[in-house]
């Protein structure tokens, strides 16, 4: 069924809480309805939306909202060792990591609660905990707006990079309607990032048992998680605001020289020096400050938040250039947004 709606209110459907409207918004619940679509004929700009989690709308939108209801999860093969299932663009990502732990299936684990849905999943190449959805994407299907057919693409054909890939260059010209996954039924459990060790009451050298199942991997990932973000549907958020720059190294001494004592995080990356983005925040004394009815997340300054949940795009987009500004102040680095602004 396509459901058609006019000045559709868009609150539920962006996680930073925004109260906008679109002038039309079409959700579809099969590829048919997708594929009857006359793209010609739809109110431009037209943007495809998941769960609104890693966006900012920045006012009503004009044109013509899509949304994807399509939602199935289907075993397509399966050995001892493996299995390929394929899921509707429009299934919350997180419900298929619980299902593939009730299953005992390793690779979605370390990727339980980000919010949003399968189709974005592969968008933005989601990682977390020292996963990348890219590991576990076999075949991405999508309807090719341009040439009005439809095509797949196997994961090496998917440009994947650091939360990127060929899909988010292309201008919306993909939507992306189910992507099969390849999970494994083998043991394999990644801890070596952040503290899900200590999350599961394991030390730091201490071997992982091999009675530890993809279910309590989960948990410990749920519990870290909701520790230090903001719950989505409680406080508006879209997650990191800002991307983690990458400097030259010899700018990353200067940071040094301009904090001594202080210990500057980092991480070496092909092309220079990651920094977080989060701590250069810090640093500036933004964690867990107001502006007006916006705010920077008391438990991770990456994040910015609607604080009252009445906080209009224009707070928003204040703080952020506060932020952009007092960073570039103090350490000459210009922080880029991660959320994409519509
Ligand atoms: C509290 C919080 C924590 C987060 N933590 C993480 C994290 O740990 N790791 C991480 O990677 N991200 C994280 N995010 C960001 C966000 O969850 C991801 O980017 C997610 O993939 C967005 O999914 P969505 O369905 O909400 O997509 P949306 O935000 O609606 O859209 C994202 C992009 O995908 C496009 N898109 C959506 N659906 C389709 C489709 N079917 N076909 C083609 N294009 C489509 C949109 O046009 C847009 O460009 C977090 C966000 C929040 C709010």
């Known amino acids: 069924m396509l459901k058609k709606e006019y000045g559709k209110d868009l ?28 793209f010609e004929e739809l109110a431009r700009p037209v943007k495809h939306i998941g769960g609104g989690s890693n966006l900012l709308f920045t006012g009503d939108f004009r044109g013509t909202i899509l949304h994807s209801a ?10 001892a060792s493996s299995v390929t299932v394929s899921v509707g ?12 732990a009730e299953n005992g299936w390793w690779g979605v684990e370390n990727l339980s609660l980000i ?33 009005g057919e439809m095509v797949h693409f196997d994961a090496s054909d998917c440009a994947y990079a650091y939360r990127d890939s060929r899909f988010k ?10 992507v099969v996954f390849s999970l494994s039924k083998q043991w394999s459990p990644r801890l070596d990032y952040g503290n899900l060790k200590a999350a599961l009451g394991l030390e730091p050298d201490a071997p992982v048992p091999s009675s530890l199942t993809p279910m309590q991997v989960r948990e410990a990932v ?67 400050r ?12 990456l994040v910015l938040v609607n604080a009252t949940g009445q906080a209009e795009p224009e707070e928003i987009i204040r703080l952020e250039k506060q932020i952009v500004v007092s960073v570039r102040d103090r350490f000459g680095i ?9």
């Open 222 to 288: 749920i519990r870290v998680r909701n520790e230090k973000l903001p719950e989505v549907g409680k406080v508006g958020s879209a997650g990191s605001f800002f991307k983690n720059p990458v400097v030259s190294r010899e700018k990353y001494e200067q940071i040094c020289a301009l904090v001594p004592g202080v210990r500057v995080p980092h991480y070496d990356v092909a092309d220079g020096v990651k920094i977080p983005a989060g701590w250069l925040i810090e640093q500036c004394g933004w964690k867990g």
């Open 169 to 178: 260059h292309e201008d919306g010209r993909y939507i992306i309607t189910h």
């Open 115 to 147: 919010p949003g849905e399968v189709g974005a999943s592969a968008v933005q190449n989601i990682g977390a905990y020292g996963a990348e959805v890219k590991d576990v994407i076999r075949t991405v299907f999508a309807y090719d707006t341009r040439e």
């Open 11 to 38: 609150s539920r459907l962006n996680t930073f809480g925004m109260k906008v409207t679109a002038r039309y918004f079409y959700e579809y619940d099969s590829l048919a309805d997708l594929l009857d679509l006359d």
């Open 89 to 100: 663009s429009g299934v919350v990502f997180d419900e298929f990591c619980a299902r593939a």
């Open 334 to 342: 210009s922080l880029e947004p991660e959320v994409e602004h519509i």
């Open 70 to 79: 399509v939602r199935f999860m289907e075993v397509l093969s399966q050995d």
């Open 290 to 301: 107001r502006s007006g009815n916006a705010g920077v997340w008391g438990k991770q300054a």
